[in-house]
């Protein structure tokens, strides 16, 4: 996988396919291979006749690992994969992110939306205001000693994905203090490229996704039927709504 320093850290990518751009910023605890490659994005978005640009956000994946909770903002994050459009000569493109990916992703829209066409924020509503209500827990399951210990049903969750995915626990733990940083109203109202907001119906994480849409000066809401924060990710309908919102947002 290549990689790239990124203000001194190292960032892993990957590329796929051939003709307009797309972006990719997967979810926490997540990365390139599990939340894109694994669920159909790549292939759906190739197929569909983009060339894919996916990051491992730093901590995740095949990136740097980091212990220093202040080098995990999500504005700082953002920077990242402005520096990675910046190193494959990108001068615009779609961004589609998930959860914490999209909170990234709206740091992005907010920092450089000369540089988007338009953006889909995937698993993220209201939240992206109000923060995440259950991060302590998620943080104390990361760092308990044994699964058994973690009986909070979110922190659960995020234990279970994280021994699934191989990552490293101590750096989510480190991620997940400041990368949940909220965006303040304000910013959100700021941001001025279209975006489409997609949550799934049975998400207890995201909040409100026609609230956020709401508040955007060009903010469109999906909700994906019978769907919670996990299952969302990969699901056809989703899919097609981000390809339905791309296709009409060409730039």
């Not at 733990?173 to 997609?198: G, T």
């Not at 060009?218 to 981000?242: I, L, N, S, Y």
Request: charged fraction near 20%; proline fraction near 5%.
């Amino acid at each position: 996988m290549p990689n790239f320093l990124s203000d001194g850290i190292s960032i892993a990518y990957e590329v796929w396919g051939e003709g307009p751009p797309v972006l990719l910023i997967h979810g926490f605890a997540s990365s390139i291979a599990v939340n894109w490659v694994a669920t159909g994005w790549v292939e759906t978005l190739v197929k569909a006749g983009y060339r894919v640009v996916a990051i491992d956000n730093r901590g995740h994946g095949n990136s740097q690992k980091l212990y220093d909770p202040n080098l995990y903002f999500a504005h700082e994050m953002a920077g990242d994969a402005l520096r990675l459009l910046d190193h494959l000569g990108i001068e615009r493109t779609p961004v589609i992110g998930y959860s914490m990916g999209a909170r990234i992703a709206a740091y992005l829209a907010l920092q450089a939306p000369d540089r988007l066409t338009c953006a889909v924020f995937g698993g993220m509503g209201m939240n992206l205001i109000t923060g995440l209500a259950d991060s302590e827990a998620i943080i104390s399951g990361l760092t308990a000693e044994t699964l058994s210990e973690v009986t909070e049903k979110t922190a659960r969750q995020f234990r279970i994905f994280a021994e699934h995915s191989g990552a490293d626990r101590a750096a989510l733990a480190a991620c997940m203090i400041n990368s949940r940083e909220p965006m303040p109203e304000a910013k959100v109202r700021k941001i001025a490229v279209p975006v489409l907001v997609v949550v799934g119906s049975e998400d207890e994480m995201a909040g409100s996704p026609q609230a956020l849409a709401a508040l955007l000066s060009e903010g469109e809401a999906v909700v994906v039927p019978r769907r919670d924060h996990m299952r969302a990710t990969g699901d056809p309908q989703f899919k097609a709504a981000a390809l339905a919102f791309l296709a009409s947002h060409k730039g």
